[in-house]
């Protein structure tokens, strides 16, 4: 089927204004996050209720027209980057929360219901939703049910598959299923479990049930100065050691510092080579307690410059700069990759240390900000994409770096999914029978392999980053 | 029965025989094999397979008893905080993990899906699938360790689990809160439901007392009892060695010998409805969780409380024994589980259906 007829195709389904199909109208929905990578879908449709989702997807599986489904576009793996000449369907009409139940603690929320507005919406009743990624203003609890997004308090409180209570999709091939429940507890198979970081290829989330949590009471956050990683990696294994459990734990190194500064003037020590961020939260007795382990431990661990959040405006602020690093580098530098991996705590400092060495090798700067608390890194390769072959060496860098993340016994993604980005490393993380037995719950729920086609699972050959501009 | 001594036999045990079932420590009696199946015990799959303290967490194989892995968590000062039931009787965490079952402690931070990070098992044609990791924090690929919770031994057979874990609480104490009559007992659950009061544990025992546990730092915990008292008008009794009142829980000691065990999913709001009915049969209860499961003992074959769960559309499953299906209550078509089922064990090797 081609472009056209695609679009004559939905517009059956849709008011004409609705199916997108001009390439100047396309042109935004061609990428996402991850902006090396650009396709054209042939039409990009925007459905405002959960019938005009199954009915798009139905007609997708009848003609076998491959679809992805998109909140705000902020994955940094591709995730909602289209198929070429396939549909996009961009959810964020269906931006209603259904129904918040504060007794209960749970929101049941359509999928393109920003991260964000959900804690607005349970702020008055002394709740919040917990996985904050940093993207969480702009991005969809769709998004978030699709890669499993984490966020700096992923140790603590888990991720966003610790979050969802139920849900209701829509198969590939058209059934409506609807599966787990409103408790916390559940009897038969956590399927709410594997349909939570599936990327989309089991299909769309019409309707999410999510558990809210109260606000913690108290929080205490402690901004620490280093003149080393290597010190600032070291203090975060004393932390744990001492019998802690922050709700978060965070490392920037110096260039992510310089960024930081420069987009957002957090005032931060601007000469440190690494800032540690712990934060504690919890009922005031119990935080003031852990304060003092905190500050003891933190004192003894070489840093030079150690502050306490003395109000909420303070704590803002020393997070303000570490949620907008990724942007703040987007600054230092024409273009950037932002990579994601995980190795075992412990191996942090070797993890950085080889890091910096690969940095030199391929002559290209990377910038470190990571969720020590869980071994979580996100190096930000800089490169200028109008350098004949720099982009490719970026990428061969991530390779580099993904690769280490397995050796060292880690993964090749902490939170931003496999996607496009990372499939072909799902073989060197996995086996071949590992991959087999995902494959075989593909095809059951995705016999024409129509939903996120070309993701996860790695291709026979390598993927061209198409359209750079 | 058959005992494999290593992995490697228990995939032979797989090819050989056409419906297979696992077993741990045995502790779940509700539990029963299908028609015909093969009973494979995994206690020679046993022993800690890697543990970094400082990486919050451990790797073993699924024959390990959760007592021999609390032991050596809690000589490096960490635990798990979803308490596996049963544990003293044996309970594994193959069978913890299979059977989904978590303690009064899940309240807090979680219950088992919670803290499973990656898991093996073998497959229906008998080879070794690996899926997740051992590493706290994982996104890549689908999530089999959490679909195998709760998954009755349906989908393969775990032989080896990742579990994430904490740092133990240095001291312990529990509010003891009676009230006359149930209801009283569960507006004072709800209101401690909707506060940000950080406890361990909430459990309301029938017809009114509520068990209120609090844990952390040893300095701060007579604070945090007093406010917590204050918020309850000055009542509750605190009870400050309460390790043993939290393990009877744990091990279902109040549940009758020879009595049906049937946890049921719940929230807050379903308790009260499910109460109303229970209370005045012979059945004893404990709503756990602040309300989210409720624990329902029965005398003699929970055919009759099926009946009632499925009139207040809920579902339950017999952990303890006294004959009949596992499943009770609501039994609808589970159009999502079947394809999953479909794709791990197209032949009905582990039998079952969802």
Same mark, same amino acid.
Request: contains cysteine; charged residues 25%.
């Given at each position: 089927?081609?472009?056209?007829?695609?679009?004559?195709?939905?517009?059956? *389904?849709?008011?004409?204004?609705?199916?997108?199909?001009?390439?100047?109208?396309?042109?935004?929905?061609?990428?996402?996050?991850?902006?090396?990578?650009?396709?054209?879908?042939?039409?990009?449709?925007?459905?405002?209720?959960?019938?005009?989702?199954?009915?798009?997807?139905?007609? /997708?599986?009848?003609?076998?027209?491959?679809?992805?489904?998109?909140?705000?576009?902020?994955?940094?793996?591709?995730?909602?980057?289209?198929?070429?000449?396939?549909?996009?369907?961009?959810?964020?009409?269906?931006?209603?929360?259904?129904?918040?139940?504060?007794?209960?603690?749970?929101?049941?929320?359509?999928?393109?219901?920003?991260?964000?507005?959900?804690?607005?919406?349970?702020?008055?009743?002394?709740?919040?939703?917990?996985?904050?990624?940093?993207?969480?203003?702009? /991005?969809?609890?769709?998004?978030?049910?699709?890669?499993?997004?984490?966020?700096?308090? /992923?140790?603590?409180?888990?991720?966003?598959?610790?979050?969802?209570?139920?849900?209701?999709?829509?198969?590939? +091939?058209?059934?409506?299923?609807?599966?787990?429940?409103?408790?916390?507890?559940?009897?038969?198979?956590?399927?709410?479990?594997?349909?939570?970081?599936?990327?989309?290829?089991?299909?769309?989330?019409?309707?999410?049930?999510?558990?809210?949590?109260?606000?913690?009471?108290?929080?205490?956050?402690?901004?620490?100065?280093?003149?080393?990683?290597?010190?600032?990696?070291?203090?975060?294994?004393?932390?744990?050691?001492?019998?802690?459990?922050?709700?978060?734990?965070?490392?920037?190194?110096?260039?992510? *510092?310089?960024?930081?500064?420069? $987009?957002?003037?957090?005032?931060?020590?601007?000469?440190?080579?690494?800032?540690?961020?712990?934060?504690?939260?919890?009922?005031?007795?119990?935080?003031?307690?852990?304060?003092?382990?905190?500050?003891?431990?933190? =004192?003894?661990?070489?840093?030079?410059?150690?502050?306490?959040?003395?109000?909420?405006?303070?704590?803002?602020?020393?997070?303000?700069?570490?949620?907008?690093?990724?942007? $703040?580098?987007? =600054?230092?530098?024409?273009?950037?990759?932002?990579? +994601?991996?995980?190795?075992?705590?412990?191996?942090?400092?070797?993890?950085?240390?080889?890091?910096?060495?690969?940095?030199?090798?391929?002559?290209?700067?990377?910038?470190?900000?990571?969720?020590?608390?869980?071994?979580?890194?996100?190096?930000?390769?800089?490169?200028?994409?109008?350098?004949?072959?720099?982009?490719?060496?970026?990428?061969?860098?991530?390779?580099?770096?993904?690769?280490?993340?397995?050796?060292?016994?880690?993964? *090749?993604?902490?939170?931003?999914?496999?996607?496009?980005?990372?499939?072909?490393?799902?073989?060197?993380?996995?086996?071949?029978?590992?991959?087999?037995?995902?494959?075989?719950?593909?095809?059951?729920?995705?016999?024409?392999? *129509?939903?996120?086609?070309?993701?996860?699972?790695?291709?026979?050959?390598?993927?061209?980053?198409?359209?750079?501009? | 029965?058959?005992?494999?001594?290593?992995?490697?036999?228990?995939?032979?045990?797989?090819?050989?025989?056409?419906?297979?079932?696992?077993?741990?420590?045995?502790?779940?009696?509700?539990?029963?094999?299908?028609?015909?199946?093969?009973?494979?015990?995994?206690?020679?799959?046993?022993?800690?397979?890697?543990?970094?303290?400082?990486?919050?967490?451990?790797?073993?194989?699924?024959?390990?008893?959760?007592?021999? &892995?609390?032991?050596?968590?809690?000589?490096?000062?960490?635990? @798990?905080?979803?308490?596996?039931?049963?544990?003293?009787?044996?309970?594994?965490?193959?069978?913890?993990?299979?059977?989904?079952?978590?303690?009064?402690?899940?309240?807090?931070?979680?219950?088992?899906?919670?803290?499973?990070? !990656?898991?093996?098992?073998?497959? #229906?044609?008998?080879?070794?699938?690996?899926?997740?990791?051992?590493?706290?924090?994982?996104?890549?690929?689908?999530?089999? #360790?959490?679909?195998? &919770?709760?998954?009755?031994?349906?989908?393969?057979?775990?032989?080896?689990?990742?579990?994430?874990?904490?740092?133990?609480?240095?001291?312990?104490?529990? @509010?003891?809160?009676?009230?006359?009559?149930?209801?009283?007992?569960?507006?004072?659950?709800?209101?401690?439901?909707?506060?940000?009061?950080?406890?361990?544990?909430?459990?309301?025992?029938?017809?009114?007392?509520?068990?209120?546990?609090?844990?952390?730092?040893?300095?701060?915990?007579?604070?945090?009892?007093?406010?917590?008292?204050?918020? @309850?008008?000055?009542?509750?009794?605190?009870?400050?060695?309460?390790?043993?009142?939290?393990?009877? #829980?744990?091990?279902?000691?109040?549940?009758?010998? !020879?009595?049906?065990?049937?946890?049921?999913?719940?929230?807050?709001?379903?308790?009260?409805?499910?109460?109303?009915?229970?209370?005045?049969?012979?059945?004893?209860?404990?709503?756990?969780?602040?309300?989210?499961?409720?624990?329902?003992?029965?005398?003699?074959?929970?055919?009759?409380?099926?009946?009632?769960?499925?009139?207040?559309?809920?579902?339950?499953?017999?952990?303890?024994?006294?004959?009949?299906?596992?499943?009770?209550?609501?039994?609808?078509?589970?159009?999502?589980?079947?394809?999953?089922?479909?794709?791990?064990?197209?032949?009905?090797?582990?039998?079952?259906?969802?």
């Amino acid at each position: 089927m081609d472009a056209a007829q695609v679009v004559a195709g939905l517009r059956a *389904i849709y008011p004409a204004h609705r199916v997108l199909a001009r390439p100047a109208e396309l042109a935004p929905y061609e990428s996402d996050a991850l902006t090396a990578f650009r396709a054209r879908p042939a039409a990009v449709v925007l459905p405002e209720n959960r019938e005009e989702v199954v009915a798009t997807v139905r007609w /997708c599986h009848r003609y076998g027209v491959p679809f992805v489904a998109r909140g705000s576009g902020t994955s940094l793996s591709g995730g909602s980057l289209p198929v070429p000449g396939g549909v996009v369907i961009a959810l964020n009409r269906l931006n209603r929360i259904l129904r918040l139940d504060p007794e209960e603690r749970i929101a049941v929320v359509e999928p393109g219901v920003v991260n964000l507005e959900v804690s607005k919406a349970a702020a008055p009743f002394g709740l919040y939703y917990a996985p904050d990624p940093s993207s969480q203003p702009v /991005c969809t609890i769709g998004g978030n049910v699709a890669f499993n997004s984490g966020g700096a308090h /992923c140790l603590k409180y888990g991720m966003t598959s610790n979050h969802v209570l139920a849900l209701e999709a829509v198969l590939p +091939d058209g059934e409506v299923v609807r599966f787990g429940g409103e408790s916390l507890e559940e009897v038969g198979p956590d399927l709410v479990g594997l349909f939570v970081g599936s990327e989309g290829l089991f299909g769309i989330a019409l309707e999410v049930t999510l558990r809210l949590v109260p606000k913690p009471e108290a929080y205490r956050t402690v901004l620490a100065a280093y003149r080393s990683l290597e010190a600032a990696g070291e203090a975060v294994a004393q932390v744990v050691a001492s019998g802690l459990l922050p709700g978060a734990v965070e490392i920037m190194d110096r260039l992510s *510092i310089e960024a930081a500064e420069a $987009a957002v003037h957090a005032g931060y020590p601007s000469d440190a080579a690494a800032l540690l961020i712990v934060e504690l939260e919890g009922e005031e007795p119990e935080v003031e307690a852990e304060l003092e382990e905190l500050l003891r431990v933190v =004192r003894a661990s070489g840093a030079y410059e150690v502050r306490l959040a003395r109000d909420e405006a303070e704590r803002q602020k020393i997070w303000k700069g570490r949620k907008s690093a990724f942007s $703040a580098v987007g =600054r230092l530098s024409p273009d950037y990759l932002v990579q +994601d991996g995980v190795v075992p705590r412990t191996r942090l400092g070797t993890a950085l240390a080889e890091i910096e060495r690969l940095s030199r090798e391929y002559g290209l700067r990377v910038a470190n900000v990571f969720h020590a608390g869980d071994g979580n890194l996100h190096p930000l390769i800089l490169y200028d994409g109008r350098k004949p072959g720099e982009l490719q060496r970026a990428e061969e860098l991530a390779g580099e770096i993904l690769r280490l993340c397995i050796r060292l016994g880690g993964s *090749i993604t902490g939170e931003h999914g496999v996607g496009v980005e990372k499939r072909q490393y799902l073989a060197e993380m996995f086996g071949p029978r590992d991959l087999e037995v995902m494959r075989r719950l593909r095809q059951v729920m995705d016999p024409l392999e *129509i939903a996120n086609r070309g993701k996860m699972f790695p291709a026979a050959r390598e993927p061209e980053p198409a359209g750079v501009r | 029965m058959v005992r494999p001594a290593d992995v490697t036999a228990l995939q032979e045990l797989v090819r050989e025989y056409p419906c297979v079932w696992p077993r741990g420590g045995g502790t779940k009696t509700g539990l029963r094999p299908p028609e015909g199946a093969v009973v494979v015990e995994l206690s020679g799959l046993r022993g800690v397979v890697e543990y970094d303290p400082g990486e919050f967490t451990f790797t073993a194989l699924a024959g390990t008893p959760v007592r021999e &892995v609390e032991k050596l968590l809690a000589e490096h000062g960490q635990y @798990l905080p979803f308490e596996p039931p049963l544990a003293a009787a044996g309970a594994t965490l193959g069978g913890t993990l299979a059977s989904g079952l978590s303690g009064p402690g899940r309240y807090r931070y979680g219950g088992v899906r919670d803290f499973v990070l !990656g898991v093996r098992f073998v497959d #229906a044609e008998g080879h070794v699938v690996r899926s997740g990791g051992k590493v706290v924090k994982n996104a890549a690929g689908f999530d089999l #360790a959490k679909l195998f &919770v709760g998954s009755l031994g349906q989908l393969g057979v775990v032989v080896e689990v990742s579990f994430k874990v904490f740092p133990a609480p240095q001291a312990h104490a529990t @509010l003891r809160v009676e009230h006359r009559r149930f209801e009283e007992a569960w507006e004072v659950l709800r209101a401690l439901y909707a506060s940000s009061f950080d406890l361990e544990a909430l459990d309301l025992v029938p017809p009114g007392t509520l068990w209120v546990r609090v844990a952390g730092r040893g300095q701060s915990l007579g604070a945090r009892l007093e406010r917590l008292r204050a918020f @309850l008008q000055g009542r509750g009794e605190v009870v400050e060695d309460d390790a043993a009142l939290w393990e009877q #829980a744990r091990e279902f000691r109040w549940v009758p010998a !020879g009595w049906a065990l049937v946890k049921v999913p719940l929230t807050p709001r379903r308790v009260v409805a499910l109460e109303q009915e229970l209370a005045p049969t012979d059945s004893l209860r404990r709503y756990s969780a602040g309300g989210n499961v409720g624990w329902v003992a029965w005398p003699g074959s929970p055919a009759a409380l099926s009946e009632v769960l499925q009139r207040l559309e809920l579902r339950g499953l017999q952990v303890l024994g006294g004959g009949g299906p596992a499943y009770l209550g609501v039994r609808g078509p589970e159009p999502f589980a079947a394809r999953v089922k479909r794709a791990l064990d197209p032949v009905g090797r582990f039998g079952g259906s969802f």
